[in-house]
């Protein structure tokens, strides 16, 4: 076993519970998988990785209505991104769709 593996673990010793675990990216995927199939119009953007939170992909639907999930890191986001067959903006460069906003509105009232 190398010094690396024993500091930073390896994926042989992958956990099995956990938000690193592959059960929990399983449910990930599976839960994004859920909201781009019965919504249309479909758009990920990327936050980046912060002091306070891990990097994270939001969905955005047509509507404006939208789910955030935690992912490993932006090259995740983007391959997750592309299985389904959405596309990934960087929220830093794109910003957030207005629809996001005007839904968000909507449900406070």
């Known amino acids: ?4 593996s ?17 059960q929990a990216r399983a449910e990930t995927v599976s839960h994004l998988k859920e909201f781009v199939s019965t919504r249309s119009g479909c758009e990920a953007f ?4 912060t002091r306070v939170t891990q990097t994270t992909m939001v969905v955005v639907a ?3 209505e939208w789910t955030r999930r935690r ?4 090259d995740a986001a983007r391959k ?5 067959g959405i596309p990934a903006f960087d929220v830093n460069l ?3 769709p207005s629809r996001m ?7 406070k009232r």
């Open 80 to 84: 997750v991104a592309s299985q389904l």
């Open 46 to 49: 990327i936050e980046p990785q």
């Open 6 to 22: 024993r500091k930073f673990g390896s994926k042989k010793n992958e956990p099995d519970s956990g938000t690193g675990s592959r």
């Open 62 to 64: 047509g509507t404006g």
């Open 94 to 96: 794109s910003g957030y």
């Open 71 to 74: 992912v490993p890191d932006q």
């Open 101 to 107: 906003r005007e839904w968000n509105q909507r449900k």
């Open 1 to 4: 076993m190398s010094f690396f």
